[in-house]
């Protein structure tokens, strides 16, 4: 059966253990070693990962393409406007064709479900490289990133401040099955949803009070405020701004606390420089970890893990 990545409940509480195994594993072999390295055993030689993008990415965008080369495999970097996908080829049928010439698939679009249907479509592995609705390879690299630091994720406190988004979704859903609590300070018509909150398998929780989610909290976690083509960004912006993750805020934590955040960053208004540069502050570990956990999602694909 072909394994797809979709959603981290796809891998399950055990899957998902054993890809954070895997990437501080391979992570800590390669220490020294220049980038372009292939890791000694190759795992994935011989393979081709197609990478299709309807929206924009650095972060996803590079780490997969060096996840696949360390792997020992090769990539072909897509985006929609310069393939028929973007002229209005329908995703199963893309689906379809990238199959016949690709060992897995990743695709970073907006609509959840061209992800459904590109793996409902696709006789290889389909990842989801990010949607409106969830970031899975986002949260493992928050996973890992937290493991380093030297916490135990079942009885963790995790606090999110500003917008229920698809990093909080994930994040929900990854305190479920991985034992620990998430609370989520949103403001008012911002909150997420129900069915996201489910996902959280009664550990995840709204409140309206910033002080209230970070107090005794472990980890510290916000996101960008305002996406790009975002209506009503000022009225947006105004909401927010209570949520700042300020020096204040992160006092109000647990003093080992730790602050994470998936980047872009729009500074001064999610977060403010003190914070986001500070010594509590593990983004560029969080950020380079998305190549390292993205290395264990595809060996986890191909049944690896």
């Given at each position: 059966m072909t394994r797809h990545f979709l959603d981290l409940s796809d891998a399950g509480t055990a899957g998902i253990q054993a890809m954070l195994d895997?990437?501080?594993?391979?992570?800590?072999?390669r220490a020294g070693w220049p980038k372009g390295k292939v890791d000694a055993d190759a795992p994935l030689a011989g393979h081709v990962l197609a990478m299709v993008f309807e929206k924009n990415s650095t972060r996803t965008r590079v780490s997969f393409d060096m996840a696949?080369?360390?792997?020992g495999g090769t990539s072909i970097v897509m985006d929609a406007g310069s393939m028929q996908l973007g002229r209005?080829?329908?995703?199963?049928d893309t689906a379809r064709i990238l199959s016949g010439y690709?060992?897995?698939?990743?695709i970073r679009t907006d609509d959840h479900q061209k992800v459904v249907d590109m793996a409902k479509y696709a006789s290889v592995p389909v990842i989801n490289g990010l949607t409106d609705a969830s970031h899975p390879c986002q949260i493992m690299a928050d996973m890992e990133t937290i493991l380093e630091a030297g916490f135990a994720l079942p009885g963790l406190k995790v606090a999110w401040l500003g917008d229920g988004n698809n990093v909080l979704a994930s994040i929900m859903e990854a305190g479920g099955l991985m034992g620990f609590d998430v609370v989520a300070a949103c403001p008012q018509g911002y909150q997420p949803t129900e069915a996201d909150l489910a996902r959280g398998l009664g550990r995840a929780k709204v409140v309206g009070d910033p002080r209230?989610?970070?107090e005794g909290a472990d980890i510290i976690v916000t996101d960008t405020w305002i996406s790009m083509g975002q209506a009503h960004a000022e009225t947006k912006l105004a909401a927010m701004m209570p949520f700042q993750v300020t020096e204040a805020l992160m006092a109000a934590a647990k003093p080992n606390a730790k602050f994470l955040h998936c980047l872009p960053a729009h500074r001064g208004e999610e977060v403010v420089d003190a914070v986001i540069d500070g010594p509590q502050s593990l983004i560029w570990q969080e950020a380079e970890n998305r190549l390292h956990a993205q290395k264990a999602v595809l060996r986890w694909c191909f049944g690896q893990i």
């Open positions: 895997d990437a501080i594993a391979r992570k800590q072999a696949i080369r360390q792997l209005g080829e329908t995703i199963a690709c060992d897995a698939i990743m209230e989610a970070v």
